[in-house]
């Protein structure tokens, strides 16, 4: 492509998102007579101003030459998170007083981490572009704070970075946009889509739905105390759970015994009415880092085993027990007396949303 044609068409793109940015204006002003209330909206407008000087800079710039493929990108992010901003915003207009009622606190974190998103990718465009731009405020240092519920340093900071304060629910793909964002800026290896798939399946929840800080520490308190000096205690417990519960790498599901979702007393029914031999490994719930064996005895009653997780893996007892180094093995001992796994549907239906941005997988230069 040549510089001419080039300039041209960088020069439409900044056109368009300009065009935006303007339709964005009179979009709040709308819903201001319209007497429909915005989460903070002066942030909101001041961020889009910033943009537009920002691309006016820019449209200087292509007008004598093509810009650099990194600011395009960037461009492009800014739009994308321009356009989720105002759908969040258009969705919520559409709510009647009683379901906004209901939906506060849900619209509220969407609303946060869609402006911390394009505040984020704001700051890029003008860090890449050479400009030193003051947007609302320059992300300050978080420091750790133990009396959060959510212990893991890295997830908590990751966490307060991205969606502001300690808010208690954000949606599963925006926690994973917001990690994955991170590890890139510390340059560090991301988490793979097979990797962020397994854990939905564990947690049994789908990109687009809630999750908890206390749902992702109570993850970590479970399989991160198996590994040994974890670094990154809830990467670290990723990979070790994937190591004893994947069934394959193509499919990136659990084995087909093992059971996250299910208690004591939900095994038990289904058991009950089982062959002999049927049996299932599931997180016990007495003991946070423990599994339980529960399965149905040739007399058809269901019986019921601790298996702990020691640094060296898995034993029978907590203290003095023989150690195998995966659940596999383990399960091998007592296969006289468990057969065939417990089957049942799966709960969490697939979800094709994306779980990894289109920015990290295109390297900055």
């Known amino acids: 492509m040549s ?16 065009v935006e940015c303007r339709g964005f204006h009179h ?37 004598r030459k093509a810009l650099p493929e990194n600011l395009l990108h960037r461009v492009r992010w800014c739009e994308e998170s321009l356009l989720g901003v105002r759908f969040e915003i258009e969705q919520w207009s559409t709510f009647d007083v009683q379901k906004r009622l209901t939906h506060k606190i849900w619209h509220d974190a969407r609303m946060e981490a869609a402006n911390s998103m394009l505040y984020l990718r704001i700051c890029r465009l003008a860090s890449d572009s050479g400009v030193d731009i003051e947007l609302r405020k320059r992300y300050e240092p978080v420091h750790y704070d133990g009396s959060l519920p959510l212990k893991d340093r890295t997830t908590q900071l990751v966490w307060r970075k991205f969606f502001g304060d300690m808010r208690p629910i954000v949606t599963c793909a925006d926690f994973f ?19 962020i798939r397994f854990l939905q399946t564990v947690l049994e929840i789908r990109p687009s739905e809630i999750i908890t800080g206390q749902e992702l520490q109570s993850f970590i308190d479970r399989y991160a105390p198996a590994v040994r000096n974890p670094t990154d205690p809830l990467l ?71 298996i702990y997780t020691v640094s060296e893996g898995f034993s029978w007892r907590l203290k003095g027990g023989a150690i ?3 659940m596999t093995e383990m399960l091998r001992e007592v296969r006289k007396l468990i057969r065939q796994p417990l089957r049942m549907p799966r709960q ?5 949303t994306a779980l990894v941005m289109p920015e990290d997988e295109v390297s900055d230069t």
């Open 348 to 352: 969490v239906p697939p979800d094709t």
């Open 3 to 18: 510089g001419a044609l080039g300039a041209a068409v960088v020069g439409g793109k900044l056109d368009r998102l300009l």
């Open 324 to 326: 195998y180094q995966t």
């Open 177 to 195: 946009h917001a990690l994955q964002n991170e590890l890139r800026e510390l340059g560090r290896e991301l988490l793979s889509h097979q990797e």
């Open 236 to 306: 670290d417990a990723i990979r070790w759970a994937m190591q004893n519960f994947l069934e394959s790498e193509e499919s990136g599901e659990t084995v087909p015994w093992f059971k996250s979702g299910l208690d004591y007393a939900g095994a038990y029914t289904l058991l009950s009415t089982s062959d002999p031999g049927t049996y299932v490994v599931r997180p016990s719930s007495e003991d946070i880092s423990a599994f339980a064996l529960q399965w149905t005895s040739a007399g058809r009653q269901v019986k019921n085993a601790r």
């Open 27 to 63: 979009f709040l002003e709308n819903l201001h007579r319209l007497e429909v209330p915005v989460r903070k909206p002066e942030l909101i407008h001041a961020q889009v101003v910033w943009l537009e000087m920002l691309l006016r800079m820019l449209r200087g710039s292509a007008g």
